[in-house]
């Protein structure tokens, strides 16, 4: 574990640097922002998104990047409106529209698309244990 915090402290000041060096270099922000979200410092991590954005408003990574977060902070509508502009950006973008299907269904029904794995990857440790998926994997059944 300690490793691991080292390593995105590390990584994190390697981005801080880059973005000392180019304060416009949008992907460094971005990159940040998956860093600062790993490192659970939510408002940083969405200021660096938000960042990436505004340096590169066709960014489509970014605002899934966004959304993602928003969605483990259960954020709902905002998630949704960064979801569907990364998709707006990228109509082929599979991952994007995958969780989309997944927000909504996890939303409306409690239940929704989604198989919570926490032990896989893209699964987060939110505040008092709760596991929540960052990306979902949707059930093909019915979508």
């Known amino acids: 574990m300690l490793k691991g915090l080292k390593e ?9 640097s880059a973005i000392a060096a180019k304060g416009d270099y949008a992907e ?3 990159n940040r922002g998956v860093v600062l979200q790993e490192l659970e410092r939510w408002e940083a991590a969405l200021a660096s998104y938000d ?18 977060l928003l969605k483990a902070l259960m954020q709902w509508e905002a ?15 599979a991952e994007a529209i995958a969780t989309v299907r997944c927000t909504h ?5 409690g239940r929704g698309a989604c198989r919570f794995q926490p032990g896989h ?3 987060t440790r939110l ?7 960052v990306a979902c994997f949707v059930v093909m059944r019915g979508l």
Do not use: H, V, W
């Not at 960042?51 to 993602?68: K, L, Q, V």
């Not at 269904?105 to 029904?109: A, F, H, I, N, P």
């Open 105 to 109: 269904g996890s939303r409306t029904t």
């Open 8 to 16: 995105r402290e590390a990584a994190l000041a390697g981005y801080d």
């Open 79 to 93: 998630a949704q409106a960064s979801y569907d502009q990364a998709i707006a950006l990228r109509p082929d973008y």
């Open 127 to 133: 505040r008092g244990g709760a596991i929540t998926p």
């Open 51 to 68: 960042r990436a954005i505004s340096i590169r408003p066709d960014y489509a990574e970014a605002y899934f990047n966004r959304g993602t």
């Open 28 to 30: 460094a922000y971005a």
């Open 121 to 123: 990857p893209n699964s």
